[in-house]
C-alpha cells in the first residue's frame, strides 16, 4: 500500500505561481511512475504532468507545456508540481497519483492505469 498526501494548493491570481508537493509513505516510492491529474467542476479527471520511475522521463498535456513542471525526489518520497503562469482554466481539483513500475505511455495517461491516489488539493485562479 502506497498512501499519498497533497499540499500546495491555494487561490492565486491569474499570471501568479504555486507548487504542489505529493509526499507518499508505505512502499519504495522510487519504483512508482508517478502522475498530476485535475478535474474541474463537471468535467472529466484529466492528466496534467507524469515523471517516469526509471529515467526521470517528464511528460505533459499541451495546454500546461511551458507552464508547469514536474520533478521528484526520492530521498524525500516527494513528487511536485511547479505552476507557473497559471490561468483561470487551470482552476480545479488536482490529485496525484502513483503505480508501481508504470510501463504505459507517457504521452497520455489514463486514470484507470493508476492505482493509488491523494486526496487532492484545490487550485483556484482569479482572473
Known amino acids: 500500500q502506497v498512501q499519498l498526501v497533497e499540499s500546495g494548493g491555494g487561490l492565486v491570481q491569474a499570471g501568479g505561481s504555486l507548487r504542489l508537493s505529493c509526499t507518499a509513505s508505505g512502499r519504495t516510492f522510487s519504483s512508482y511512475g508517478m502522475g498530476w491529474f485535475r478535474q474541474a467542476p463537471g468535467k472529466d479527471r484529466e492528466w496534467v504532468a507524469a515523471?517516469?520511475?526509471?529515467?526521470?522521463?517528464?511528460s505533459y498535456v499541451d495546454a500546461v507545456k511551458g507552464r508547469f513542471s514536474i520533478s521528484r525526489d526520492n530521498a524525500k518520497n516527494t513528487v511536485y508540481l511547479q505552476m507557473n503562469s497559471l490561468k483561470p482554466e487551470d482552476t480545479a481539483v488536482y490529485f496525484c497519483a502513483a503505480e508501481e513500475y508504470y510501463s504505459g505511455s507517457y504521452d497520455f495517461l489514463n486514470p484507470l492505469d493508476f492505482t493509488y491516489w491523494g486526496q487532492g488539493t484545490q487550485v483556484t485562479v482569479s482572473s
Open positions: 515523471i517516469s520511475w526509471s529515467d526521470f522521463y517528464t
